[in-house]
């Protein structure tokens, strides 16, 4: 069974500090890879996706790719707590049109 | 531009009961998905069409799940009969060619007591 690891949390950080979420997924074949944060009670909106090794930034969103590590991660700069949500990985395998996602890391930014 | 559409939005029923969940995609969109989120999870995909076709239903519970996409438009996700934990949220996404990012509905909440 494919999978995609990430730690369930909660992750906490202050106010203003870096937010670091990880992700693990076993599949060699999946392409690109997906972010997205879910609040409670509502669906996953996507924040960012990246596709190729190295970094991808896009505000204050980071996202790293390691395709021989199998490690995709997410940083988040000058963390508010309007970021306090569940983050998802998701890795995609475009010739099955596939997303396989984590169980989400829980992520609390303390005012 | 549209989101994804889904009805009910919330769902209450006894087990041993059935019920069905309605997704309108955004249009033009060929990839539809139901996705299962149970409390504190992250979403397992159900079902996945590929424009009316079945791409995916390997974790379908085929005894008691059914999906149908018709006309490679709409779609409805039906349970019958319900058990205790098939509680949870249901959710439809869409993506068009190229898949790439997906869009979410708001989702069902399903409560089976």
């Known amino acids: 069974q494919k999978e995609v690891e990430q730690n369930s949390g909660p992750l906490s950080v202050p106010e203003g500090a870096i937010a670091s979420l990880n992700c693990t997924y076993s599949d060699r074949g999946s392409q690109s890879f997906f972010w997205y944060r879910q609040y409670s009670g509502k669906s996953p909106e996507l924040i960012m996706f990246i596709y190729s090794n190295g970094d991808k930034e896009d505000g204050r969103f980071t996202a790293q790719l390691n395709k021989a590590s199998q490690y995709v991660s997410l940083l988040i700069r000058d963390s508010q707590p309007s970021d306090s949500a569940t983050y998802l990985c998701?890795?995609?395998?475009?010739?099955?049109?596939?997303?396989?996602f984590g169980t989400g890391t829980r992520l609390k930014v303390l005012a | 531009e549209a989101g994804v559409a889904q009805s009910p939005r919330y769902k209450i029923i006894e087990k041993r009961q059935s019920v069905a969940f309605w997704c309108n995609p955004i249009?033009?969109?060929?990839?539809l998905y139901w996705y299962q989120q149970i409390l504190g999870q992250g979403p397992k995909l159900l079902i996945q069409?590929?424009?009316?076709?079945?791409?995916?239903d390997s974790q379908l519970p085929k005894d008691r799940f059914s999906a149908e996409r018709l006309k490679g438009v709409d779609s409805t996700l039906k349970i019958q009969p319900a058990k205790l934990e098939d509680s949870a949220v249901y959710l439809c996404a869409s993506s068009g060619t190229g898949g790439r990012e997906q869009f979410f509905g708001p989702g069902t909440r399903l409560t089976v007591l």
């Open positions: 998701a890795a995609f395998t475009s010739g099955t049109y596939k997303y396989i």
């Open positions: 069409f590929q424009n009316n076709g079945v791409v995916d």
């Open positions: 249009s033009g969109h060929a990839t």
